[in-house]
Nanobody, 119 residues
Framework: QVQLVESGGGLVQAGGSLRLSCAAS????????MGWFRQAPGKDREFVAS????????AYADSVKARFTISRDSAKNTLYLQMNSLKAEDTAVFYC????????????WGQGTQVTVSS
């Protein structure tokens, strides 16, 4: 079992930056593929970024490439999402999630943290 708790959301002006954190408890965090997702009002939840268990491989949605950076610190059991050059359309609830390396679905989710970007 892995428990995930996000933090770091808030209100920021367009062009600003935020860093989200996701603290994981429970064993196996270091062996899990981790990801960030977001859900804007009235829209479906969408993929933002993911990182391999080793941290060597990352993937990003086209909409956030070159602006967001996902990273993990397995010693601290923490996942991060550095968000730069924020836009109003980035406003959403951001969720971290985890899945085992052989799984296709993310089966552990945090409660979400609100990010609001004012234009």
């Amino acid at each position: 079992q892995v428990q995930l708790v996000e933090s770091g959301g808030g209100l920021v002006q367009a062009g600003g930056s935020l860093r989200l954190s996701c603290a994981a408890s429970g064993r196996s965090f270091s062996s899990y593929i981790m990801g960030w997702f977001r859900q804007a009002p009235g829209k479906d939840r969408e993929f933002v970024a993911s990182i391999s268990w080793s941290g060597d491989y990352t993937a990003y949605a086209d909409s956030v490439k070159a602006r967001f950076t996902i990273s993990r610190d397995s010693a601290k059991n923490t996942l991060y999402l550095q968000m730069n050059s924020l836009k109003a359309e980035d406003t959403a609830v951001f969720y971290c999630a985890g899945r085992c390396r052989t799984c296709t679905l993310y089966d552990y989710w945090g409660q979400g943290t609100q990010v609001t970007v004012s234009s």
